[in-house]
């Protein structure tokens, strides 16, 4: 049975390791830290590795604003401040 928590799925171990697709709720996310490649693994309907390419494909030269969150911008390849 699927959860409708926010964050319902914390854990870690090893990359092979890694559940192909967690039983989460569409609105439920997933974190996942591999402990052999220091990958963080955010799940939102499929695995998202948030590693140092991640972190500088962050576009932040425009910061949200209160109430506004990142969203990715595939056209663009990058995470940008979403709509309020």
Do not use: H
Not at 18 to 47: K, V
């Amino acid at each position: 049975m699927s959860s409708a928590r926010l964050f319902d799925y914390i854990t870690f171990g090893n990359y092979a390791d890694r559940p192909a697709a967690p039983d989460l709720g569409t609105q439920t996310l997933g974190i996942y830290f591999a402990t052999d490649t220091n990958q963080l693994c955010l799940w939102i309907g499929t695995w998202v590795e948030l590693d140092q390419s991640f972190l500088l494909s962050l576009n932040l030269t425009t910061p949200p604003t209160n109430g506004q969150v990142l969203v990715y911008d595939s056209t663009a390849g990058q995470w940008k401040p979403g709509a309020n």
